[in-house]
C-alpha cells in the first residue's frame, strides 16, 4: 500500500434519494489540498498500477462503511481495470456484506469490453451490484447496448442536463434509473434521484 498517495486524497458521500428518503450514497474521490476540485485528470496521470491500487482502497473504505451505516454505496471504476485480480478482492469484500450493498459503478471512459462483460456478470453473481455511469456520455450509448444484452438487474444513472423525460421509460425497462444534476425531476417518485437540490455531499454518511 502507498500510504503517501492515499493521503493525497479523501471520499465524500453524495446523497441519493427515493421518495425524500436517504436510500444510498455515491463515494466520491476529491483532493486534499483543493476541497472543491475533482480529481479526475490527476487520478487518470497517474500509472495504471496506482489507479488500481487507490481503487481497491476506495472499496476497501466503502466496505467499513457499509457496515456502519447499512446502506448500498457506490463506487467508480473504470471497465479497464477488471482483471480477475480485482474481481477477485471485490467480490470477497461482497462476501461480508448484504448482497449488492457494495456497488460498482462503471465509469463511462470506456465501454466494457470482452472479458470485462465477463467479471461483470461474475460480479453480480458474486453479491456486487451494477451500475452503468451517464449512458447519455461520450461511451453511454456503448453502455446502453452493453446494458440490453446482459441479463443482470443494473442501477442506471443518467444525467438529466444531457437526457430528455422520453428516455426514461425505456432505461427503467432494463434496471433502476438514478436521476443525476439540477435538471433532475425532484418530484419524480419512480427513479433515485441524486441531486445538490436535496443534499450536498456529506464526509461521513448517516444511517
Known amino acids: ?54 481503487t481497491e482502497y476506495i472499496a476497501e473504505h466503502v466496505y467499513w462503511v457499509i457496515q456502519d451505516i447499512e446502506k448500498p454505496i457506490s463506487f467508480n471504476v473504470s471497465p ?63 453502455n446502453l447496448r452493453f446494458i440490453e444484452h446482459i441479463n443482470i438487474g443494473f442501477d442506471i444513472k443518467v444525467n438529466m442536463q444531457n437526457a430528455s423525460q422520453d428516455l426514461l421509460p425505456y432505461l427503467r425497462e432494463h434496471g433502476t434509473v438514478i436521476q443525476e444534476g439540477d435538471k433532475a425531476d425532484i418530484t419524480n417518485t419512480e427513479d433515485i434521484i441524486q441531486s445538490f437540490q436535496l443534499g450536498k455531499s456529506v464526509t461521513y454518511p448517516n444511517k
Not at 498517495?5 to 436510500?23: A, K, M, S, T
Not at 487520478?43 to 495504471?48: E, G, I, M, N, V
Not at 466494457?112 to 451517464?134: A, C, F
Request: charged share 20%; glycine share 6%.
Open 1 to 54: 500500500m502507498n500510504s503517501h498517495l492515499y493521503r493525497d486524497y479523501y471520499l465524500v458521500y453524495q446523497p441519493e434519494f427515493w421518495r425524500g428518503n436517504i436510500v444510498s450514497y455515491e463515494a466520491l474521490l476529491r483532493k486534499t489540498s483543493c476541497e472543491h476540485c475533482f480529481p479526475y485528470h490527476d487520478f487518470q496521470q497517474l500509472s495504471k498500477e496506482r489507479q488500481k491500487e487507490l
Open 80 to 142: 479497464s481495470f477488471l482483471d480477475k485480480e480485482m474481481v477477485g478482492y471485490i467480490t470477497t469484500l461482497s462476501t461480508y456484506l448484504p448482497p449488492y450493498t457494495l456497488v460498482m459503478e462503471i465509469i463511462e471512459d470506456s465501454p466494457p469490453q470482452s472479458p470485462q462483460e465477463q467479471y461483470i456478470q461474475s460480479l453480480y453473481q458474486g453479491g456486487v451490484g451494477i451500475r452503468i455511469d451517464d449512458v447519455t456520455d461520450q461511451y453511454g450509448w456503448d
